[in-house]
């Protein structure tokens, strides 16, 4: 790597400070003044705008009644990830943003702050409220120990059943561990809440990538997949070999298993739109780049949520419309990127020609998208896609019936909380199958 | 701007705001503060013989995140010596001539109680105020609450004191009593010039679930208190419109209970008091909240074309009536505006579980719909709602004389 264009790894003191939560756990009192602000609708909406559909407004109430163990079965009855969930939610698009307040012009109720309060207060203290069920007999893999896998594993465990979840990584909480802002959900916060859940007894096998299905099909009577997207998609542009040249899923993987502990490029630039480009760009202007985020469409068409942009601008990430990546250069190391120009004609982006230039930089991080593992899933017998997702059924069967599926394999990418529901109600309908309806 | 000078029984004052004997009167110094923030009147806190208090004294109910809705005491009159109080006195009534100084006492002998007047009223103080309300500790000794509760001890003390003070004397009223008007007649008799209502109503307000011991704990252990603030307010206006409407009962009424804001205030104004005291609030937020009861009630006079604060007594009073005497033929039913409604569905709930099941939920909308034909106009969705004036409960005019229940053909009575 050229010495001085990149910057030194941050003091540890530094990347704390910098990387402190957005969202901090509430105090006590905190939790109850906010609390006291809920008027507990009837048929909330914050509750239908919640994929896991918690009681929220219950949960609430019982904050601010201190019956904060109330409170946390409440919310782990419907979501045993609901701490994470709490924390990393895009709860101004879900819940929060369905608070009645928002017809008020009042600011709505802080639903995943209070959630992470009283999620975490269960967990520190070690407060259990599920137990493993009577053995049915049946075991379970489920494949990948992300949010959906963990959410199934938990329930199938509660349902009696036998589960193993192999991982790839070296720890499991898929993205909770390897993708989410850690100013939302550290690893800290990973690991505690993954050791809280487990200890209701399924097995995760880390390190263990399932490369052939054969031998799980034998030794399983059903199998969850819970894989999540792959890696980084190419941009397909001359110069992506270039060293100083990541995919945004890889360095924020990297920037995770490394505790923050990296180094980025002075001047770095993010090709995408989206939530990962966000991310990826925030967490390189907290180790101290120069960030510019290339977005081949203009704002409005930004998939990005407008509180993440807005997040992203007061970190003084700039952003640069219309403007498409059509050459990386440099020679060994990336030097800079050349441009083009961009009209939008409805959705339609045409490049104006002769309105090239070149942008340096010293690092380039392309979040346009993951791949999704096609390859893997077509190893598997009578297993249909969809546009490189898994198709499965209401039970989230996959068409080959031994075979269940659910979180970003199936929805092609969406929150954490997606990914519990489904890994939830997955569960239901692998214990229908695993003992024909028999349970009453 | 409206006048809001106040001549109650012959005490004359600035404003009608007066402090309630209590802790906030308890020094001259605080009372000076109290002056200089605005405020027409104090009562000093109660004279007597020598107490002792304990530690701790107070506790509070709160509503969700709103603290002392209610507060309780098992504090006992002034711990400082009759000496200390009378220089004290003096100086204030020295330095702050206009406004209004009033002294409460209790004693147990005629000889104490006329020592005291004497006293005091060679410092020039305005009025007295008898302490008959106090619903513990001093209640177990005969005074307070127990002379208050028995008409009997309340006349005969009134006329010790009565015979021999030159100034007014107020008589301080518990509402621990069934019928208030029983020793509001007899301190009448007994020579009063006016009465002052409520004291505190015996409480507990609550049981540290801790410690399981009820609060507020005294090495472990507790007494019942005495309850005041906010919570009080409609036990007390109901009271005060009991005197206010009884025929027989003639002297002017000082009101207090819960008062905290001036439409509180006004509130007791229009059910009669000429004078209002407030304690819990002070306690609360300081003496500088006298600046809103000015304003507001001044304001809201010259809103309504009054001149002075009296125009407003009792105008509400004469408002409330027996049951018997409401119009059975008129009707209510409550109106939801969509525009404003923020689908919270609050209203229909409560309606649905704590009504008349008149409030119903279409497929496609969160807005709830009034039934028309089975609301009864009770007002409970327009009371949860917690958007202002959303639901309003619109009359259903009706060509129906008025009929009361002693006319109405369902009376079993009526012929």
Known sequence: MPDNSWLPIPKENIIKERFAKTKPIMTPSEAVVESSRCIFCHDAPCINACPTSIDIPMFIRQIMTKNTTGAAKTIFTQNILGKSCGQVCPTSVLCEGACVYHDLNEKPIDIGRLQAYATESAIDKNIRFFEKGKSTGKKVAIIGAGPAGI?????????????????????????????????????????????????????????????????????????????????????????????????????????????????????????GGGNTAIDAAVESSLLGANVTIIYRRSEKEQSAYNFEVEHAKKHNVKFMYLTSPVEILGKGNITGVKCIRNKLKKSEIIPQKGSEFVVSCDMLIKASGQKKMVEFFNSISKIKLGNGKIIVNKDFQTTNPKYFAGGDCINGGKEVVNAVANGRDAAHGIDKFLIKNKRK | MANLETNFAGIKSPNPFWLASAPPTNTGYQIMNAFRAGWGGAVWKTLGTPIVNVSSRYSAVSYKNNKLMGLNNIELITDRSLEVNLKEIKEVKEKFPKNALIISMMFETKEEWHDCIIRCEDLGVD???????????????????????NPEVCERITSWVTEKATKPVIVKLTPNVTDISKPALAAQRGGANAVSLINTINSVTGINLTTMEPNPTVAGQSSHGGYC???????????????????????????????????????????????????????????????????????????????????????????????EELDLNYKVIAHIDPEKCISCQLCYIACEDGAHQSIALLPDSRIPIIKEDTCVGCNL???????????????????????????HPANPAHI
Not at chain 2, 127 to 148: D, I, Q, T
Request: glycine fraction near 10%; hydrophobic fraction near 40%.
């Open chain 2, 381 to 407: 969705c327009s009371l949860v709602c917690p958007v202002e004036s959303c639901i309003s409960m619109v009359e259903v005019k009706t060509k129906k004389k008025k009929l009361v229940w002693a006319n």
């Open chain 1, 151 to 271: 959410a199934c594993a938990h329930e199938l465990t509660v349902l009696g059943h036998e589960v193993t979840i192999f991982e790839a990584n070296k720890k499991p909480g898929g993205l909770n561990t390897y993708g989410v802002a850690p100013y939302k959900f550290s690893n800290e916060d990973a690991s505690k809440e993954l050791k809280y859940i487990s200890e209701i007894g399924f097995k995760i096998k880390t390190n263990s990538p399932v490369k052939e299905v054969k031998k799980l099909e034998k030794e399983f009577d059903a199998i969850f997949i819970g894989t999540g997207l792959g890696s980084s998609r190419k941009i397909n542009i001359p110069g992506e070999n270039l060293k100083g040249v990541f995919g945004a899923t890889e360095f924020i993987h990297n920037l995770r298993a490394k505790e923050l502990k990296v180094s980025v490029g002075k001047n770095v630039i993010v090709i």
């Open chain 2, 229 to 323: 603030g906010p919570a009080v307010k409609p036990i007390a206006l109901n009271m005060l419109a009991e005197l206010t409407n009884n025929p027989n009962f003639k002297l002017p009424i000082s009101g207090i209970g819960g008062i905290e804001t001036w439409q509180d205030a006004t509130e007791f104004f229009l059910m009669g008091a000429t004078s209002v005291q407030v304690c819990t609030a002070v306690m609360h937020y300081g003496f500088r909240i006298v600046t809103d009861l000015i304003s507001g009630v001044s304001n809201y006079l010259d809103l309504n074309n009054m001149k002075h604060v009296t125009d407003l007594k009792g105008i509400a009073a004469k408002k409330l009536r027996k049951w």
């Open chain 2, 127 to 149: 009025g007295f105020e008898l302490n008959y309300g106090c619903p513990h500790g001093m209640c177990e000794r005969g005074m307070g609450s127990a002379v208050g509760q």
